[in-house]
């Protein structure tokens, strides 16, 4: 990427036909693999008074279901804030960065396959995930819910694209620039903001997951993947970046994903972006039966701050922990495989993992988390539930003595 003329010519040139591809949907459909043909999967678990439906499409990953790291891509949850998916035929697809930069760019999808690659493990997550919201709406009060509908919105792949610093230095960032805004192809324009100091360091634009081109849920053909912070940064179908000096406090950052914080008299704070560490056993979990004698429980745990360094399992709700093995492999902000060799005895007992990252953070009890959020045990379990976004508690999964196993959270 030297020829930066030809790359402003270029821009210049296909600025035009950029403001009519914004506007223009209805893009033929052409080529797509066979990857990347929308797959439905699995469907919203029943919703009992939603209390705010936009359109909005949801599938949750089956954690239970799959072992090792890598989540299959047919299975990768999925959130999409619009009635459809969008279909965008590669060949017309640009990404074009522009703002506080001295050579604007319009890369094609071709050209950002040429450029120096990386291929990284990492979990994406939605910033609702685990939370009470999920409970309140969805749940049957009478039932716990199965681990795939309370923590089913996070998933880990292989991505496979090029760093943004690469991006960014081809386009020369000017000195005055510390944020980024950008937006991708679908019909609510999706967009966000990014502090520049990220964007340089891990952020990357993908277009392979697992190998394959990136699933149209996922964001065929690019997207950005921004290690370790919540789901809304890796904005999907990505078109535009552009280089500015302050943060833009999307709808998306500031009404969608925000959370009033009672300790803060009402108001939100805008801006969480590292996930904490978190952990979740998936087997056996909620729904399912628990057997007499030998059982291996397995479960996920990742951080947004780098490796898991270890994860604790208590089978007694919290009095006793003991250390689970940790499989392998390790990557940095990625799920990584626990297993903890146990035997049920048949009685009562509450299984909950907890992790601990390279940084010597650990995962917060439930009642660690309220505290910190200057919220009540209490609130809770009112039936107005607030809408915790941004958790990372550690899950209680009750085993009662017929070995049904229920979920304790909010229960
Ligand atoms: N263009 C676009 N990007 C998006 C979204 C979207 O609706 N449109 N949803 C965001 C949210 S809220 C999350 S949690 C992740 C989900 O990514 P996934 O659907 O690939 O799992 O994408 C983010 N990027
Ligand atoms: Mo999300």
Redesign the pocket.
């Known amino acids: 990427m030297d020829s930066n003329k030809s790359d402003r010519r270029r821009f210049l040139k296909q600025a035009a036909a950029l403001a009519g591809v914004a506007a223009g949907a209805g893009l033929a459909a052409k080529g797509q693999p066979a990857s990347a043909q929308p797959q439905h999967v699995h469907n919203e678990p029943p919703r009992r008074g939603a209390r705010y439906s936009l359109d909005h499409l949801t599938h949750y990953t089956p954690l239970q279901d799959y072992s090792g790291i890598i989540t299959p891509a047919p299975v990768?949850?999925?959130?999409?804030?619009?009635s459809h998916l969008p279909d965008i035929d590669p060949e017309q697809h640009r990404l074009t960065i522009h703002g506080m930069v001295d050579r604007p760019l319009s890369f094609t999808m071709e050209e950002l396959k040429r450029l120096p690659s990386v291929s990284r493990v990492h979990f994406?997550e939605?910033?609702g995930n685990s939370s009470s919201t999920i409970h309140a709406t969805r749940a049957d009060p009478n039932m716990g819910l199965p681990v795939q509908y309370i923590w089913g919105?996070t998933?880990c792949s292989e991505w496979s694209g090029v760093p943004l610093s690469v991006l960014l230095n081809e386009a020369g960032v000017q000195k005055e620039a510390s944020w980024l805004v950008y937006e991708?192809a679908?019909a609510?324009k999706?967009n966000h903001t990014l502090p520049l100091a990220k964007a340089m360091d891990d952020v990357f634009v993908a277009y392979g997951q697992n190998g394959d081109p990136l699933r149209v849920?996922?964001?065929y053909p690019i997207r950005m993947i921004v290690p370790g912070w919540e789901?809304?940064f890796?904005?999907?179908?990505l078109r535009h970046i552009k280089v500015v000096d302050q943060p833009y406090n999307t709808w998306n950052e500031s009404m969608n994903h925000s959370v009033s914080r009672p300790d803060l008299g009402g108001k939100a704070r805008w801006y969480h972006f590292q996930w904490g560490p978190k952990s979740v056993i998936t087997r056996p979990s909620g729904g399912m039966q628990m057997p007499k004698g030998y059982v291996q429980i397995t479960g996920l745990a990742w951080s947004g701050a780098g490796r898991v360094s270890k994860v604790d399992i208590s089978t007694d709700g919290g009095k006793s922990w003991k250390e689970a093995k940790v499989q392998g492999p390790v990557h940095s902000k990625a799920h990584t495989r626990f297993t903890y060799d146990w035997a049920w005895d048949g009685q009562e007992a509450m299984l909950q993992s907890r992790c601990t990252d390279e940084t010597g953070d650990v995962q917060p009890s439930l009642a660690e988390l309220t505290q910190h959020w200057g919220m009540q045990l209490a609130d809770w379990k009112k039936p107005e539930r607030p809408r915790a976004i941004h958790m990372n508690a550690i899950q209680p999964w009750k085993v009662a003595r017929d070995g049904s196993i229920s979920d304790a959270m909010f229960a």
């Not at 990768?76 to 619009?82: A, I």
């Not at 890796?234 to 179908?237: A, D, E, G, P």
Request: proline content about 4%; glycine content about 16%.
């Open positions: 990768h949850f999925v959130q999409q804030h619009s994406l939605c910033q919105m998933s991708g679908d609510g999706f849920e996922q964001g789901g809304p890796s904005v999907k179908y």
